[in-house]
T-cell receptor, first 115, second 112 residues
Framework: EAQVTQNPRYLITVTGKKLTVTCSQN?????MSWYRQDPGLGLRQIYYSMNVEVTDKGDVPEGYKVSRKEKRNFPLILESPSPNQTSLYFC??????????????FGPGTRLTVT | GDSVTQMEGPVTLSEEAFLTINCTYT??????LFWYVQYPGEGLQLLLKATKADDKGSNKGFEATYRKETTSFHLEKGSVQVSDSAVYFC???????????FGTGTKLQVIP
C-alpha cells in the first residue's frame, strides 16, 4: 500500500531536549516536505527536498533541521525545542516537484507538545 | 508573496444542503490550484485540482473552477452528506517554484 508514515504520532517533551520525527515514503517519490499546522494559520511549510541531498527552506524554517540521505526518508530534527514549536506536524511527498499540478501525499501527522 | 484566503468556518449545514466554500488567491505567474480535505485525526488528502484557467476539477460530487479573472477557486457540492464533515484546505503551487501555500482551512459540519 502506497503511504507516508511518520513516527512518533504523539510526543510530549521538555524545552531543549533534542528530538527527531521520522518520515518515510514507499512510493519512490523525489519530493518531500514538512509542514506544521496551527489553529487559525493553516499549514505552513517548514522545509522541502527535491531529491537526495537537495533541501531548501520553506516559510517557517527557524528552529528546525532536515536531512535527505536516502530517497525514502526525510527526518525533521528539533535540536533545542521550545514551547512555540508545539504543533501538529505533517510530512508529505510527491512524485516530482509541486509545479504543474503535482499533488502531494500526506502522512497521518505527529502531535508534538513542548513544555 | 503567494497567499490563499478562505472563508472562515465553521460552516454548519443540514444534510442535502448546497455547499460553497470560497477561496481566493494571490500568486505570481500561473499557479496550480488544489483542494485538500482533512478528516478527523487524519492527514490531508487531495480532493481535486486544476492547473490552468477555466479548468474544472471534480471528485466525489465536489467541483471547483479555476477563475483567473477573479483569482478564485471556490469549492461547491450540490448535496452534502454527514460523511463530508471535515476540514477543507485550498492551496496553490506557483509554476517554477516548489513551495505550496495553503489557506487556513474551513471546517464543515454536516448535521443529519
Amino acid at each position: 500500500e502506497a503511504q507516508v508514515t511518520q513516527n512518533p504520532r504523539y510526543l510530549i517533551t521538555v524545552t531543549g531536549k533534542k528530538l527527531t520525527v521520522t518520515c518515510s515514503q514507499n512510493m519512490n517519490h523525489e519530493y518531500m516536505s514538512w509542514y506544521r499546522q496551527d489553529p487559525g494559520l493553516g499549514l505552513r511549510q517548514i522545509y522541502y527536498s527535491m531529491n537526495v541531498e537537495v533541501t531548501d527552506k520553506g516559510d517557517v524554517p527557524e528552529g528546525y533541521k532536515v536531512s535527505r540521505k536516502e530517497k525514502r526518508n526525510f527526518p525533521l530534527i528539533l535540536e533545542s525545542p521550545s514551547p512555540n514549536q508545539t504543533s501538529l506536524y505533517f510530512c508529505a511527498s510527491s512524485l516530482t516537484g509541486t509545479s504543474g499540478g503535482i499533488s502531494q501525499y500526506f502522512g497521518p501527522g505527529t502531535r508534538l507538545t513542548v513544555t | 508573496g503567494d497567499s490563499v484566503t478562505q472563508m472562515e468556518g465553521p460552516v454548519t449545514l443540514s444534510e442535502e444542503a448546497f455547499l460553497t466554500i470560497n477561496c481566493t488567491y494571490t500568486a505570481t505567474g500561473y499557479p496550480s490550484l488544489f483542494w485538500y480535505v482533512q478528516y478527523p485525526g487524519e492527514g490531508l488528502q487531495l480532493l481535486l485540482k486544476a492547473t490552468k484557467a477555466d479548468d474544472k476539477g471534480s471528485n466525489k460530487g465536489f467541483e471547483a473552477t479555476y477563475r483567473k479573472e477573479t483569482t478564485s477557486f471556490h469549492l461547491e457540492k450540490g448535496s452534502v452528506q454527514v460523511s463530508d464533515s471535515a476540514v477543507y484546505f485550498c492551496a496553490l503551487s506557483s509554476g517554477g517554484y516548489q513551495k505550496v501555500t495553503f489557506g487556513t482551512g474551513t471546517k464543515l459540519q454536516v448535521i443529519p
